[in-house]
């Protein structure tokens, strides 16, 4: 058995090393493509800021696989934060790790979109659309503790695999094809939009090839499909049936959806947003005041979002969109495409303006703006000119990385202010010490910063020196770091309407700057201003101030700064798993044993996302010298 397993891991790594070594150049200009995708990835990963979102997912994600946990509230999916907990073991907590899915799954994507463009067009067009992706500025700015971009890895796979699978009605693929669809949706719930589309797009390539839909095989293959993904949802629907079977309650998305255990629910969820939220249908084409001003159409305001987070895709994109629907034998991708966006983005767009969540429009934008690039340069361009285009559009793309005002405010070139206070905690604080953090600091900063130490907020260490004096024991000597926040509000934005809260803040800041040394100012890019390194430098801004002292504390206060936190209802690491507001209990030998089943599938959940990215350079390689598809299916 070993032998077996160790001829295959080494056929595995032989593929590997032949893709990155192979002469082809093909091959060679892919592994190009993705290198600098990685690298691009790899400076957004280590600099970009840290939004409440992001705190948000980064601390659920911490002993969420320890922890057994199946989904989060506000999710029905796990698999980002098991992927997250196991880089967090692996790795540490820290910013990097914490966007390890974003960073990996992002930088396949450029192999993904280069076998599904290649599908549909050519070996050079796949190459464009890979180079495309990996300078793509709104893909790159989304390597953050998000689910969205390790989801579209998962789709953009199964969509080839399913058109792939179209070619030949072979069942193996549509299954594999289902399995990555499966990931995808217990990634993020959304990708079940993506199974209409793709019974629709079954049924339009049988009736354009004069074949029949309705016979024993097709329906062989889609149930092949159907049943694969549908293993991937036994987590959250077991979770949700034994959470209301054992509490008569659900999550927040299953509550929304059904409905059931809503006057239960409501003391956990009402405070959320989407708590209740409903689909805005007329708001898509009429406007909706509320989120689009002028009565902008909703559906036109987020298709908008790509034009000023992604100009170059978008203008491309469009002007091949109309290249392609004037010429009949290159449209199978345009059709493609309008049906794998025709349910997913009315849905999100009535009931979600997050710009996150529309990172699919780009991606499945880039084909077609390739394939006008390719049909421009091909006619009017000569190959070093062409060269001389594709230099140009990179060094355009680290130009608008570097603009302030687009969809995200996050910086590319200049790391943020709390990913610098976390590698000053990890260098140079000891691990016995106080750290006090400003409470203007937004709490899930204070928390991700400080996570692993002992920490307490400015509000809990003013109230806890007011009332040491009750504690019997002696006072200690206690190094204390104190973290300020230099402008007065780091991430609330409501603290100027605080007035005594701040004052409170400021006087115990002036504690710290009297009596301790201020051994580290944090300066990081201005938000509102545009950034480079090195021409830049003045648009930096003071954001915070870090101080040393020893302080006289009774001991006690370590114990206190230990205490479990709390944050968006869960304690951080789920610890005790079973005092957690959504844990249930199981009753009976079936639910035991389905609770188990859900339990091993989610960790072999973990475990197929890991050896997709060794699957997917197996696809490369082996799709190395396919048919030339110059037009269509």
């Given at each position: 058995m070993e032998e077996k397993t160790d001829g295959a891991l080494d056929k595995v790594l032989d593929k590997i090393l032949g893709f990155i070594l192979s002469r082809d150049k093909t091959m060679?200009?892919?592994?190009?493509?993705?290198?600098?995708?990685?690298?691009?990835?790899?400076?957004?990963?280590?600099?970009?800021?840290?939004?409440?979102?992001?705190?948000?997912?980064?601390?659920?994600?911490?002993?969420?696989?320890?922890?057994?946990?199946?989904?989060?509230?506000?999710?029905?999916?796990?698999?980002?934060?098991?992927?997250?907990?196991?880089?967090?073991?692996?790795?540490?907590?820290?910013?990097?790790?914490?966007?390890?899915?974003?960073?990996?799954?992002?930088?396949?994507?450029?192999?993904?979109?280069?076998?599904?463009?290649?599908?549909?067009?050519?070996?050079?067009?796949?190459?464009?659309?890979?180079?495309?992706?990996?300078?793509?500025?709104?893909?790159?700015?989304?390597?953050?503790?998000?689910?969205?971009?390790?989801?579209?890895?998962?789709?953009?796979?199964?969509?080839?695999?399913?058109?792939?699978g179209l070619r030949n009605s072979k069942i193996k693929y549509f299954a594999i094809s289902g399995i990555f669809l499966g990931l995808a949706i217990y990634t993020k719930v959304y990708p079940l939009?993506?199974?209409?589309?793709?019974?629709?797009?079954?049924?339009?390539?049988?009736?354009?090839?004069?074949?029949?839909?309705?016979?024993?095989?097709?329906?062989?293959?889609?149930?092949?499909?159907?049943?694969?993904?549908?293993?991937?949802?036994?987590?959250?629907?077991?979770?949700?049936?034994?959470?209301?079977?054992?509490?008569?309650?659900?999550?927040?998305q299953f509550t929304n959806?059904?409905?059931?255990?809503?006057?239960?629910?409501?003391?956990?969820?009402?405070?959320?947003?989407?708590?209740?939220?409903?689909?805005?249908?007329?708001?898509?084409?009429l406007g909706n005041a509320k989120h689009a001003p002028e009565g902008v159409p909703i559906l036109l305001w987020?298709?908008?979002?790509?034009?000023?987070?992604?100009?170059?895709?978008?203008?491309?994109?469009?002007?091949?969109?109309?290249?392609?629907?004037?010429?009949?034998?290159?449209?199978?991708y345009l059709i493609f495409f309008?049906?794998?966006?025709?349910?997913?983005?009315?849905?999100?767009?009535?009931?979600?303006?997050?710009?996150?969540?529309?990172?699919?429009?780009?991606?499945?934008?880039?084909?077609?703006?390739?394939?006008f690039a390719n049909e421009i340069s091909s006619?009017?361009?000569?190959?070093?000119?062409?060269?001389?285009?594709?230099?140009?559009?990179f060094i355009f793309s680290l130009f608008f990385l570097g603009l302030a005002g687009t969809i995200s405010l996050r910086h590319f070139y200049g790391k943020s202010a709390i990913a610098q206070a976390i590698e000053f905690k990890e260098e140079n604080m000891e691990l016995n010490s106080l750290i006090v953090l400003d409470s203007r600091i937004y709490r899930g900063g204070v928390h991700w910063i400080a996570y692993g130490r002992s920490y307490l907020e400015g509000t809990e260490f003013l109230q806890f020196l007011n009332s040491q004096e009750q504690i019997g024991s002696e006072e200690v000597p206690i190094k204390t770091y104190y973290i300020e926040c230099v402008p007065d509000d780091c991430g609330w934005g409501t603290v100027k309407n605080q007035q005594e809260f701040n004052l409170s803040m400021e006087y115990l800041t002036e504690v710290f700057r009297n009596n301790g040394n201020l051994v580290r100012t944090i300066f990081k890019p201005d938000e509102g201003r545009s950034y480079f390194p090195f021409i830049s430098e003045k648009n930096k801004i003071e954001d915070m101030n870090i101080y040393e002292t020893d302080l006289m504390l009774k001991p006690e206060?370590?114990?206190?700064?230990?205490?479990?936190?709390?944050?968006?209802?869960?304690?951080?690491?789920?610890?005790?798993?079973?005092?957690?507001?959504?844990?249930?209990?199981?009753?009976?030998?079936?639910?035991?044993?389905?609770?188990?089943?859900?339990?091993w599938i989610s960790k072999f959940a973990v475990f197929l996302s890991l050896i997709s990215l060794f699957y997917i350079v197996y696809l490369v390689r082996k799709d190395e010298n396919p048919v030339d598809n110059n037009s269509s299916l």
């Open positions: 060679f200009y892919l592994f190009l493509i993705f290198f600098l995708g990685f690298v691009l990835r790899f400076i957004a990963a280590t600099n970009l800021g840290v939004a409440a979102d992001d705190m948000h997912h980064t601390l659920h994600a911490v002993n969420f696989l320890g922890a057994e946990k199946l989904t989060t509230y506000d999710q029905s999916a796990g698999l980002w934060h098991s992927f997250t907990s196991l880089a967090y073991a692996l790795l540490g907590v820290n910013q990097l790790s914490s966007r390890v899915a974003a960073l990996i799954f992002g930088s396949f994507s450029i192999l993904a979109i280069f076998l599904l463009a290649k599908e549909f067009f050519n070996i050079k067009i796949a190459l464009l659309a890979a180079f495309f992706l990996a300078i793509a500025p709104f893909h790159i700015k989304s390597t953050v503790a998000e689910m969205d971009v390790m989801t579209m890895f998962f789709v953009l796979i199964s969509m080839f695999l399913f058109v792939k939009l993506f199974i209409p589309s793709l019974i629709i797009y079954f049924v339009y390539f049988n009736k354009k090839n004069k074949k029949k839909t309705l016979t024993k095989n097709n329906m062989k293959l889609i149930f092949s499909l159907l049943v694969c993904a549908f293993l991937f949802a036994i987590p959250t629907i077991t979770h949700n049936y034994l959470l209301y079977k054992d509490k008569g309650f659900l999550d927040l959806t059904l409905g059931l255990g809503k006057n239960i629910s409501a003391q956990y969820y009402s405070w959320d947003s989407f708590f209740g939220a409903e689909n805005d249908w007329r708001g898509l084409v987020v298709i908008n979002y790509i034009r000023v987070a992604d100009p170059l895709n978008f203008y491309l994109g469009t002007l091949g969109f109309f290249m392609i629907f004037f010429r009949k034998g290159a449209r199978d309008v049906f794998a966006i025709l349910f997913i983005l009315p849905f999100l767009a009535s009931i979600n303006l997050l710009a996150k969540h529309y990172l699919f429009l780009e991606v499945l934008l880039i084909p077609i703006g390739s394939f006619k009017y361009l000569k190959r070093r000119y062409m060269k001389i285009g594709l230099v140009a559009v206060v370590l114990e206190i700064a230990k205490k479990p936190r709390n944050w968006f209802l869960y304690d951080i690491g789920y610890e005790p798993k079973e005092k957690q507001f959504d844990y249930y209990q199981t009753y009976g030998f079936f639910d035991t044993l389905l609770n188990k089943i859900a339990i």
